[in-house]
């Protein structure tokens, strides 16, 4: 294929975690070394910016500051959670598409990266779709990105690692304290982290247990088995009765035998209409004290879990660099409508290291891979040897940003903005 020459956009979408960073670094990085790639613009908050011409020029920023994206958490350029819907609200995605298009062509865009997930990845699908449609010669690439680590067709996804690694030291340190105070009377704590329907995120603090079947965390529940009370009640009294204490680690997705999620507060609807989920923990923690009388306590980590950079594991940040420089490489190669996945490699002694390959995006966009049932325990309590052998490779190394005043120093780039050339958006 002819080399294109032109520029290139690169945003971010979704919700963040402490590696997507990395991944626009790489980017960046290996952009600058194509000739056919002339502007590195950066599109602030991801497709809704770009919709509006929110660019800024990532040529300005100072190679320290691209450098230093790999240790910062969140999303440097800003993000979104926007929607292009054309089986909904199909005059507005067309209205919108019309719109995007405006403004690649306004700005040369002919190289285009999205790092997201699911929905991120669908939107990369579309524009590229649009752009071949449309006869615009302009390479699309997805990078994947998402805590949730639920994009099929790749080993993980950049930020998984790393929130796995928190979560189960967290868990651990949380279970020092409990156990510290364990008395006759019994308590349970309750530790609630992200995962919608897949249970990824809720399986990773296994790693905690450190191979002791005694130490916490006692009982996972995950999406994708059913919640049944009286077998979770019994088995919390089983676990006190043996230890004076028990710690549960609960997915906020967590679904009765109904399907119905027991956290959702369906009065309130997120950006692509599903019910905000904050209260797995404080059923369960209800459930318990009304059933056991026991002491019970909940752990809400929230948006600790995707920031904490300062527990950052340097294989997923490696690996989500790695993952910005293979979507450059392959784009100037001349490939569009593909998304940049991970492959595991093993070696006959048993080492484990990552590369990249490319997917058709179109056996991605809204696919959703969960955790394989023979991952996790015939019980459904705990995830099985199988799942700690896939994800203890994930959490390896450490990343060790500069401090200042005895704080992590991270990085804020300058976003110097590039001219608008269009009327702004009706």
């Not at 000739?35 to 040529?59: Q, S, T, V």
């Not at 009377?185 to 002791?212: F, H, N, Q």
């Not at 700690?388 to 190394?397: F, R």
Request: proline share 5%; with cysteine.
């Amino acid at each position: 294929m002819a080399e294109l020459t032109g520029n290139l956009l690169v945003a971010q979408s979704g919700g963040p975690t402490c590696a997507i960073n990395a991944s626009i670094a790489g980017v960046i990085t290996e952009a600058g070394k194509h000739e056919c790639i002339e502007e590195i613009y950066g599109g602030l908050n991801g497709i809704l910016g770009i919709l509006n011409e929110e660019l800024i020029d990532l040529n300005d920023e100072k190679r320290r500051a691209i450098e230093g994206l790999k240790y910062t958490p969140a999303a440097a350029l800003g993000t979104c959670r926007y929607k292009i819907d054309f089986k909904k609200k199909p005059e507005k995605a067309a209205k919108d598409m019309d719109r995007l298009f405006e403004v690649f062509q306004a700005h040369n865009i002919r190289y285009f990266f999205y790092a997201g997930g699911n929905d991120s990845q669908d939107t990369s699908h579309k524009i590229h779709e649009e752009a071949v449609r449309r006869g615009w010669d302009m390479r699309v690439i997805g990078v994947p990105k998402t805590i949730d680590n639920d994009l099929p067709h790749t080993d993980h996804c950049p930020g998984y690692g790393s929130v796995i690694k928190y979560n189960s030291t967290t868990v651990m340190e949380v279970g020092f304290d409990v156990s510290s105070m364990a008395t006759d009377d019994g308590s349970c704590c309750i530790i609630e982290v992200m995962g919608r329907a897949a249970g990824w995120i809720t399986a990773g603090t296994v790693l905690a247990k450190r191979g002791d079947p005694a130490a916490p965390p006692h009982i996972i529940l995950l999406p994708e088995i059913p919640f049944e009370e009286d077998r979770f009640i019994a088995r919390v009294k089983e676990v006190i009765d043996a230890h004076k204490y028990c710690v549960v680690v609960v997915g906020e997705g967590l679904k009765n035998p109904q399907g119905e999620e027991i956290g959702a507060d369906k009065s309130r609807l997120d950006a692509f209409g599903h019910a905000v989920l904050a209260g797995a923990a404080e059923k369960l923690k209800e459930i318990v004290q009304g059933r056991l009388n026991t002491k019970t306590r909940t752990v809400l980590l929230g948006y600790a879990q995707r920031a904490a950079a300062h527990c950052a594991s340097l294989t997923d940040v490696n690996t989500a660099f790695a993952c910005g420089e293979a979507a450059v490489r392959a784009a100037a190669s001349g490939k569009s409508g593909f998304m940049v996945k991970i492959v595991r490699q093993t070696s006959a002694e048993g080492a484990v290291t990552f590369g990249t390959d490319i997917h058709p995006l179109a056996e991605i966009a809204n696919v959703e891979h969960f955790l394989p049932r023979d991952w996790i325990a015939e019980d459904g309590f705990l995830p099985n040897e199988k799942f700690v052998a896939y994800a203890k490779p994930l959490i390896e190394g450490e990343v060790r940003p500069p401090s200042e005043g005895g704080l992590p120093k991270y990085i804020v780039l300058e976003k110097n903005r590039v001219e608008k050339k269009l009327a702004p958006r009706s």
